[in-house]
């Protein structure tokens, strides 16, 4: 699952400039059981199964060995909403290691005593934390310094001062009559600042008028 969102573009560069560096670990490894289960049936009954402790902490405890970790993220929809904010603060970590769960949930106790943070991508469910996590990964990495050929254009991403981002255009300046905003033709720089400044309010008024409320 990580192999797609990993190998591609952006964090396939990352990877081999070495400004980010990527280990997944299969919690199966850990597991103490002769067929490799990581799994149990729920206390009290239910539906689903429950992701057992004791190969997750096997696995935690091998893994801090190796490297202090600043965070040990476990994905879950009910944590706290995963936003820009929360990138930027993450960007700036060394060891960050998240943990996927999967089934009905990790035995609480995880929770309890071995995260140092639980979030979510969203409100909705998925089947896993993997794709959560690359979602997560991949809003790091691209604020790591080098990691996009234009520093610049990371800190002008929409959200990183609770804006939308300003609409872009190239080339061709007409195509079948729609044009180019004549400012961006015009040469003039301060023009074209204070339009991009505009619209990005025009914009986040029109579409996420939630990210003005504190202004
Ligand atoms: N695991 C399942 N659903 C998730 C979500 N929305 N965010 C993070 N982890 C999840």
Not at 33 to 41: F, G, T
Not at 111 to 119: A, D, G, M, S, Y
Not at 173 to 199: C, F, M, N, T
Not at 202 to 207: F, N, S
Request: net charge negative.
């Amino acid at each position: 699952m990580f192999e797609s969102p990993f190998g591609h573009s952006i964090m396939k560069r990352a990877k081999e400039k070495e400004l980010v560096n990527i280990g997944i670990h299969d919690i199966r490894n850990y597991s103490t059981s002769k067929h490799r289960s990581v799994d149990d049936y729920p206390f009290g009954g239910g539906a689903g199964m429950v992701m057992q402790i004791e190969p997750i902490d096997h696995c935690i405890t091998q893994l801090k060995t190796e490297r202090e970790y600043d965070e040990i993220i476990y994905l879950s929809p009910d944590g706290e909403l995963f936003d820009q904010k929360l990138a930027n603060h993450l960007s700036t970590k060394k060891n960050i290691l998240f943990l996927c769960g999967h089934y009905k949930g990790v035995d609480e106790r995880v929770r309890e005593h071995l995260v140092t943070r639980e979030v979510s991508i969203g409100d909705y469910v998925l089947t896993g934390g993997e794709l959560a996590t690359a979602v997560i990964v991949d809003a790091i990495v691209r604020l790591i310094p080098g990691a996009i050929g234009d520093e610049q254009s990371a800190l002008s991403d929409s959200f990183q001062d609770d804006l939308i981002s300003p609409p872009v255009y190239t080339r061709p300046a007409d195509y079948k009559g729609w044009k180019v905003p004549e400012v961006l033709l015009s040469g003039h720089q301060a023009k074209i600042e204070e339009w991009r400044h505009e619209q990005s309010v025009l914009r986040t008024k029109q579409r996420r008028p939630d990210l003005l409320k504190d202004k």
